[in-house]
């Protein structure tokens, strides 16, 4: 129930608690040269060559700020949001074509856990945040800005040196047109990742499961240098066996490189653990560690395609492929300390006050009786919300070194993805109506398992994210300078990510969408074009190892986009 008993939250129910404040921005330069050579031996015979000079340097820059405000973490002081601030509304609104009922298992287990008093929450606010965190800042004495202190200023640079040569051949066997293209790359990678961090000192345990590991004073310097080549060989070859069916054959080495998220060199965003840790159930703090040195990803690529060129705009296309992948970039979970830090939940304090304490021990009596034995006062002469109001618990040398589980990203698995493309053109004599299909059937190795245990060892679990089959079909008109195409886009459940260090998957449900494009050339130098994105408002639903467990969704509208585009 609500605060006031009547069932429904109203205004002056809502109130402040803790604010946090962001402040990251990112700046990137990238100077490049290149020079590309020709020379033709004959009709036949010709080679390509070239060298290519990058620079490239991301600067990452980032500062945290939380501070409670008056209603403290227990929403004390109810109200003290204005109402013309706020704006209510209602959630049943939002989910239009959604069942919000609970079902039988559900309800059972909100009434168990809440002693039958839980009411589904359908009235809310909403409101400017500057404007109330302004206002609710000025009302607790606090500052309205950013932290002016930097908990980390990242710059990552990357030098390539690349060089190449490419050989064309242009002949006939038995009467077939041949094409024959053999070439071969080689990349030099030189990376410098520096950060300078704000290292941590200490962990703030500020109420019954609330941690603040806030940045230090003084900056440190990290700096680590890695360096890599590859030599990227490729074949492309095609044959026409007769007048409009051809035969095609691909093979590759690529590189992908790394993310500059993934190259740090400071272990950063420090989490506190989800209860204090001489509980049983408490899950440990998180961190994320980058890794300069991690190799790019490397794939050897295999196409073989079959085409029939029915007219001047028709076709029918059937195509394998094949990717070998070595150096596949994960993410590795280790359990460790970092920087020295202790734990103000583990350690003489907290054990002291679980031998004070006379009633079944849980996070928020054990908080309060820690604060206790800090103010030299009894346990039951503040209430718990007051005790977190007033103590702050800092881990001191006495306590035992908090554990973090460290994810970093490793280089370090090999996969295999196949997979088949169908697709078929044709238009409709000289009329500019036109029918496109297409169709893709993806295959990986490696698949999440969600019938493993993710708490014993070996839980963490390795899998390929974002493979999934894909079809489209599109309604085509292209004549008197319109090119205009109406396209029906579906895409299969797709896992999307793997969190919780390897832990909790997180899949996107089979969705599909409409979309619209139209372009019209005026003239040779003016091309207007009208998009416009989901046209039926489709939505995206996310959900964990099975579709009943609700992870997110996006109630998604169309989108528009008219532009204008002119050649000098």
């Known amino acids: 129930m609500y605060g006031n008993g009547n069932g429904v939250l109203d205004n002056e129910e809502v109130g402040s608690a803790v604010r946090q404040i962001y402040n990251d921005r990112s700046r990137a330069d990238f100077t490049q040269a290149r020079l590309d050579g020709n020379f033709v031996f004959s009709e036949m015979h010709s080679i390509d060559f070239g060298i290519e000079s990058r620079d490239m340097e991301t600067r990452l820059q980032s500062s945290f700020y939380q501070e409670l405000l008056a209603g403290g973490w227990g929403i004390a002081n109810p109200g003290d949001v204005p109402a013309e601030y706020l704006s209510p ?44 965190g302004e206002h609710l800042s000025s009302a607790a004495g606090l500052p309205w800005g950013v932290n002016p202190v930097d908990h980390l200023d990242r710059n990552i640079r990357e030098k390539i040196l690349a060089g190449y040569m490419q050989y064309n051949f242009y002949s ?28 941590p000192t200490e962990v703030v345990w500020q109420s019954n499961n609330d941690f603040q590991i806030p940045a230090g004073a003084e900056p ?38 790394a ?28 961190a994320g560690s980058g890794n300069p040195g991690i190799l790019p990803l490397e794939s050897n690529n295999i196409d073989l395609s079959l085409e029939w060129y029915f007219d001047d705009s028709g076709y029918v296309s059937i195509g394998y492929f094949r990717k070998d992948v070595d150096n596949f970039i994960g993410s590795a979970a280790v359990d460790t300390n970092l920087y020295g830090l202790t734990d103000p939940s583990n350690g003489p304090r907290s054990q002291q006050a679980m031998d004070d304490l006379a009633e079944p021990i849980n996070d928020t009596n054990l908080f309060s009786m820690v604060a206790a034995n800090i103010l030299g006062v009894g346990f039951y002469d503040y209430t718990a919300e007051e005790f977190e109001n007033l103590v ?84 085509i008109y292209e004549d008197y300078g319109f090119s205009t195409r109406l396209s029906y886009n579906w895409r299969d459940e797709f896992l999307s990510g793997i969190e919780d260090g390897g832990k909790r998957p997180r899949y996107v449900e089979e969705y599909s969408q409409v979309d619209l494009s139209v372009g019209y050339e005026v003239n040779d130098n003016l091309k207007l074009s009208l998009e416009g994105i989901n046209l039926l408002g489709e939505d995206q639903r996310q959900f964990g190892c099975t579709e009943d467990q609700l992870l997110r969704i996006e109630m998604l509208g169309p989108r528009y986009a008219l532009s204008a585009r002119y050649n000098f």
Do not use: C
């Not at 609104?93 to 287990?109: A, H, P």
């Not at 890599?228 to 080495?253: A, T």
């Not at 370090?412 to 169908?422: A, F, K, Y």
């Open 392 to 475: 702050d618990v800092t881990g001191n040398p006495d306590d035992e070194p908090i554990m973090f589980r460290v994810s970093q990203p490793m280089s370090t698995e090999s996969v295999v993805i196949d997979g088949w493309e169908m697709g078929v053109q044709y238009f409709l004599g000289d009329s500019g109506f036109g029918l496109q299909a297409n169709y893709t059937i993806v295959n990986g190795d490696i698949e999440y398992d969600v019938n493993q245990d993710p708490d014993v060892d070996g839980g963490a679990q390795f899998a390929l994210t974002g493979l999934s089959d894909t079809a489209n079909l599109s309604l």
């Open 220 to 257: 440190t310097l990290y700096s680590q240098e890695a360096d890599y080549d590859h030599w990227l060989p490729n074949v492309d070859f095609d044959i026409e066996f007769m007048p409009g069916l051809k035969g095609r054959f691909s093979y590759s080495k690529t590189i992908a490189r």
């Open 89 to 132: 509304i209602n959630y049943a609104d939002l989910f239009d074509g959604y069942d919000l009922s609970l079902n039988s298992n559900s309800q059972e287990f909100f009434d168990i856990v809440s002693d039958g008093q839980a009411v589904p929450l359908l009235i809310g606010y909403t409101g400017d945040a500057a404007l109330i």
């Open 172 to 199: 006939e066997w038995q009467s077939m047109p041949i094409n024959l293209i053999v070439g071969l790359r080689y990349e030099k990678t030189d990376i410098t990742s520096t950060d300078l961090a704000n290292i």
């Open 259 to 286: 993310n500059y998220s993934e190259m740090g060199s400071a272990a950063t965003g420090l989490n506190g653990p989800s209860l204090p840790t001489l509980l049983s159930g408490s899950v440990l703090g998180t």
